[in-house]
């Protein structure tokens, strides 16, 4: 059996690259990726705490979660769809929609 801390410490490295991905990429797509990696990261350590103290609501947590972020992913791919259909680039730093 694996011990808790390695999955925490897995969780927590996912996190930080997710992070990472978010801050230093300027891609839409990548800056996406990155958040469902730190969605997904949350979900490990939820899991992780769930299956240590042998409690169900984390694994119900984790389904809703991954729901949401189905949707979130079917509704974020089609707005960048959009807006590269609009302005034919991806580049976060290209965007000045709400700018006076």
Known sequence: MVPMPYYLIVGAVLFVIG???????????IMFMS???MLNAANL????????LNLMDGHVFVFLIMAVAAAEAAVGLAIIIMLFRNRETIDADKFNLLKW
């Open 35 to 37: 958040i469902e990696l």
């Open 19 to 29: 992070i990472a991905g978010v801050i230093l990429s300027r891609n839409l797509i």
């Open 45 to 52: 350590t939820i899991i992780t705490f769930s299956r240590f």
